[in-house]
């Protein structure tokens, strides 16, 4: 079985409820998922905007890549949600930001 890291941003994200992690290194993989548009003290950052909170959420993915030794370059899967279908075509701009 191999070993797991647990990663954390405590300076930027809330602790996360129970077992779960930032992010988990495994056997060379990284694996970050339920990334919300979170500050340190667990408010959402940007409301009902569409932009701030894919900045945010955007700016902890790096964070926690660059913990991991990985960057952007290594990503292999991204699934976005959106609570509104009409804020699609803004957020789509941030995917080359990421892929």
């Known amino acids: 079985m191999a070993a797991l890291h647990r990663l954390r941003l405590s300076d930027q994200l809330p602790e996360p409820i129970s077992h779960y992690a930032d992010a988990v290194v495994a056997d060379g ?17 940007g409301g009902s905007d569409v932009v701030a909170p894919a900045d945010r959420v955007h700016e902890s993915l790096q964070a926690l890549l660059e913990k991991a030794w990985a960057g952007f370059e290594d990503v292999v899967n991204v699934t976005v949600s959106l609570l509104r279908l009409g804020d699609r075509a803004t957020a789509n701009t941030f995917r080359p930001r990421i892929l």
């Open 29 to 45: 993989w990284i694996w970050i998922s339920g990334t919300l548009p979170l500050d340190a003290s667990g408010a959402v950052v």
